[in-house]
């Protein structure tokens, strides 16, 4: 109960200062709003900076997964390759131990 009613004696002396003081309001609003103004305009600078350096961020972090996945495959080929020498000359010499019979 004393909350509302604080709250209604609240909003009468606002609005009795309200008209009171109008002039003195406006001048505080003229000042004011420019001010809040710029300090939106920079922090919405520096939001968008920090917005831009982390999609950048994510775009350097997806390229480098990209890299990696590349080089792994390029070392798995590599090794498959390997592999596939080995076979060849593991042929050529059974080839070389077991010649054909000529006919």
């Known amino acids: 109960m004393t909350l509302l009613i604080s ?5 009468i ?3 009795i200062g309200f008209s009171l003081w109008w002039s003195d309001l406006m001048i505080i609003l ?3 709003v420019p001010i809040m103004l710029i300090l939106g ?5 520096y939001v968008g900076l920090d917005a831009m350096e982390d999609r950048m961020r994510e775009e350097r972090h ?3 997964e990209k890299l990696e996945k590349t080089r ?3 070392e798995r ?6 592999q596939y020498r080995e076979e060849i ?7 070389n131990k077991n010649p054909e019979k000529s006919t």
Not at 7 to 11: D, E, L, P, T
Not at 89 to 95: G, H, I, P, S, T
């Open 89 to 95: 000359e593991r042929l050529k010499e059974q080839a």
């Open 72 to 74: 792994e495959e390029i």
């Open 62 to 64: 997806k390229q480098e």
């Open 30 to 32: 003229k000042g004011g």
């Open 41 to 45: 305009g920079v922090l919405a600078v």
């Open 13 to 15: 002396l606002g609005v």
């Open 7 to 11: 709250g209604i004696v609240s909003i």
């Open 77 to 82: 080929v590599k090794a498959q390759a390997e």
